[in-house]
């Protein structure tokens, strides 16, 4: 069965502090996977994009990694600001065109 | 260049009703999808326009309709309403067809849609 899991489910980290969030996934086959950032209200917005080939995609102070073997991914916020907290959503693609949705984890930086 | 438009951003219905929801494309997007989000359930596809012809269905009760206008534009259609399909209602553009290859979508702020 094709899933995508996020953890945490939450999170709540001190403002400049790193953290990862976890996207496990088992969607086959494989065609891409994305991380999107979504402020509350407001629809998700496109961090990064990755294929089978892609090890790693920075975008700024988020860097993804992709491990294609062990069906993993991972999302590296440095140095954390205010306006990092939001909820952050795992989305793989298979290669027939669908998309399959992790349930998010809610990032809160605090001051 | 403007970004994808959804209206209204709010909206408030009883049970038995029937809704419309609108979306703009970025311009020059071929492709329109729309998206459930609920707490629960995180983001649940629902269709996906391109040419005025549904490609991709997801599993939604046929409540759920939607349809493109030659322009791009797309409306979502949700008769019968229940308590659960209160909801975030996403709306997605992209160049092309095919969310599946390498082709970015850009969503909409959504309809925040409230069953009582």
């Known amino acids: 069965k094709n899933q995508v899991e996020q953890s945490p489910q939450s999170l709540i980290i001190l403002e400049g502090k790193n953290c990862t969030l976890q996207?496990?996934?088992?969607?086959?086959?494989?065609?891409?996977l994305r991380w999107y950032k979504q402020d509350t209200g407001r629809g998700p917005v496109s961090l990064t994009i990755?294929?089978?080939?892609?090890n790693t995609k920075s975008n700024g102070r988020y860097t993804a990694t992709l491990d294609a073997d062990t069906k993993q991914s991972s999302l590296h916020i440095t140095a954390s600001q205010l306006s990092d907290s939001a909820s952050y959503i795992c989305?793989?693609?298979?290669?027939?065109?669908?998309?399959?949705f992790g349930t998010g984890t809610r990032l809160t930086v605090i001051p | 260049k403007a970004g994808v438009t959804q209206t209204p951003r709010y909206l408030i219905k009883t049970r038995g009703q029937q809704v419309t929801l609108s979306c703009s494309p970025i311009s020059g997007h071929r492709s329109v999808s729309w998206y459930q989000q609920t707490p629960g359930q995180g983001l649940q596809f629902l269709f996906e326009y391109f040419s005025e012809t549904q490609r991709n269905k997801g599993n939604f009760p046929g409540r759920f309709s939607g349809r493109q206008f030659s322009n791009s534009r797309s409306e979502m259609n949700v008769s019968t309403l229940e308590l659960g399909d209160s909801a975030l209602y996403l709306c997605a553009s992209s160049i092309r067809q095919a969310p599946g290859s390498y082709n970015e979508q850009f969503f909409g702020p959504g309809t925040r849609l409230t069953v009582l």
């Open positions: 996207c496990n996934y088992t969607v086959s086959p494989f065609s891409n």
């Open positions: 989305v793989v693609s298979a290669t027939s065109n669908n998309l399959f």
């Open positions: 990755m294929t089978f080939s892609e």
